[in-house]
């Protein structure tokens, strides 16, 4: 066998992951996946598609080994293959963000404007250790059950406005949700600051946390 023959099976299948991610839906469906583990009902209701249409990109993922699944009574649960499919999700976005000058347009309309106070990661876990920030997670209750920062509480974006009473006015409160292109954080910093609170973000959210190797608190295995 020469260079060709190889080159002529090789490369097929890594064109396998790159047609699995040709799909604006399926990166939709990763992401979701990014922050817990789903079943097919519930990724249709997140994206808007049927369940038939959420099985069938499902299962465009689960045969390019992106996705797997399991067995949990008489459902299917699916989840990311593992890490690498999370780092892949985020080096793509990251590729698009500095070639596609559309990407910071369309973030640009669509993120409020309290957006642009933001904490980084790095100083987030500086004023967690010195005590002087309170970080609540405003995604899902599944979601932060499957896995949150450290030290975080969970308060979902539709509960904050019934629940704020329980947070502290007297330290600075950050909010994160499910990553850079989620707007749940930035619709809670501008609540916050609305009810007299001094709030941020942080740049980024669960899954640059996770993957950065940072303390989080996971769900045990079932």
């Not at 396998?16 to 249709?44: F, M, N, T, Y």
Request: hydrophobic share 45%; net charge negative; aromatic share 6%.
């Amino acid at each position: 066998m020469g260079h060709r023959d190889f080159k002529e099976r090789i490369y097929p299948q890594f064109a396998r992951i790159g047609q699995a991610l040709a799909s604006e839906k399926r990166l939709e469906v990763l992401d979701l996946l990014a922050q817990a583990p789903r079943h097919v009902d519930a990724i249709a209701q997140e994206t808007d598609m049927s369940v038939a249409n959420a099985s069938q990109h499902l299962q465009t993922l689960r045969a390019a080994r992106l996705v797997e699944s399991r067995r949990q009574g008489t459902r299917v649960l699916y989840g990311l293959a593992d890490e690498r499919v999370l780092r892949l999700w985020l080096a793509l976005r990251a590729v698009a963000e500095a070639n596609l000058a559309e990407v910071g347009q369309i973030a640009g309309e669509f993120m409020p404007a309290s957006d642009l106070d933001i904490v980084s990661r790095d100083e987030l876990e500086r004023l967690l250790s010195e005590g002087r920030a309170s970080v609540i997670d405003v995604r899902p209750a599944a979601e932060f059950e499957a896995g949150h920062l450290a030290g975080a509480i969970s308060i979902p974006a539709g509960e904050l406005a019934d629940r704020i009473h329980e947070l502290p006015r007297d330290r600075l409160i950050v909010a994160y949700c499910r990553g850079k292109y989620c707007l749940f954080a930035g619709e809670a910093v501008l609540l916050l600051r609305e009810r007299g609170f001094n709030a941020v973000r942080v740049d980024g959210g669960w899954p640059e946390w996770q993957v950065e190797g940072r303390a989080v608190v996971m769900a045990a295995a079932s």
